[in-house]
């Protein structure tokens, strides 16, 4: 089997199988891009920081609204 291969042969088999798993880490590289910035835009959304939660965003909101809630509720005597 390896008697009729040639090293030029071998060689051009071996190039070709590296070009391909460069274009298959390539993709890859590309969807873990965009898995990254879906997640930035997520973090962003919910005002996470580095620190902790910021004053901005979807759960800093949520956070507002809820304590207004209670303070209805505990105006109107409703618990």
Known sequence: MF???TQSELRTQMERHLLMVE???GGLDQFVQGLERR???IEEGLGL???GLSTSGWVAELQRVKTELVAIRRASGIQ
């Open 3 to 5: 008697d009729s291969v």
């Open 23 to 25: 274009e298959v880490l």
């Open 39 to 41: 997640i930035t835009r």
């Open 49 to 51: 920081e580095p620190d």
